[in-house]
C-alpha cells in the first residue's frame, strides 16, 4: 500500500499560512565570476578547475594562450602560467592589457624568474605565485579581484 501525504491548503484550513515563494529575476540573481585558467599542464588546468568551481566560481581552462584568443571568452579573472608553449603568459597579457577594460591576471609559475615576476607587476598583474602556491593565498586574491563572497 502507498502512503500518500496531503498537505493542507490555506484557504482550507484557517490555521495553515500560506508563504509566496520567491523566484530569482534576472536582477536578483548574481552569476559567480568566471575565471579562465590558461596552462598548458593539463593536471595543473583541471585541479585549480575543480578547486576554484569548489570555491563557487565558475571556470574555464585552455591549454594554450592562442586557444583562448581563438574562443575569445570574456572573463572576471584569469590564472596564467607564465610560460606556455608558442605564445607565452607575458605576450597575453601585453594583448590583454590593450583591451578597454583589461582582465585580471594572476601569474602561476614553476620557474621564477625576478624579472618576469617584475614585468608582469609592472604590466598590471594582480598576483604572482610560484608552483606549488597555497590554494588559499589563490582563493584571497580571487576573492579580492571579484569581491565575490567564495567559499
Known amino acids: 500500500m502507498n502512503d500518500v501525504l ?3 491548503r490555506a484557504r482550507d484550513n484557517p490555521k495553515v499560512t500560506e508563504h509566496k ?4 529575476t534576472p536582477q536578483t540573481m548574481v ?3 568566471l ?3 590558461v596552462d ?3 593536471s595543473f588546468r583541471r585541479a585549480v578547475g575543480r578547486l576554484i568551481r569548489l570555491w563557487g566560481f565558475r571556470a574555464s581552462t585552455f591549454a594554450s594562450a ?3 584568443l581563438r574562443l575569445a571568452v570574456r572573463s572576471d579573472c584569469m590564472v596564467l602560467d607564465l610560460h606556455l608553449e608558442g605564445m607565452s603568459g607575458l605576450e597575453l597579457q601585453g594583448l590583454l592589457s590593450a583591451q578597454t577594460k583589461p582582465i585580471p591576471i594572476i601569474f602561476v609559475t614553476a620557474m621564477d624568474d625576478p624579472v618576469a615576476r617584475r ?3 609592472e604590466a598590471g598583474a594582480v598576483a604572482y605565485l610560484e608552483k606549488p602556491f597555497d590554494e588559499f593565498r589563490l582563493l584571497e586574491v580571487l576573492q579580492a579581484v571579484t569581491a565575490y563572497p567564495a567559499g
Open 119 to 121: 614585468t608582469a607587476l
Open 6 to 8: 496531503v498537505m493542507p
Open 40 to 42: 598548458d599542464d593539463a
Open 21 to 24: 515563494v520567491l523566484r530569482p
Open 31 to 33: 552569476e559567480p565570476p
Open 66 to 68: 592562442e586557444e583562448y
Open 35 to 37: 575565471i579562465v585558467i
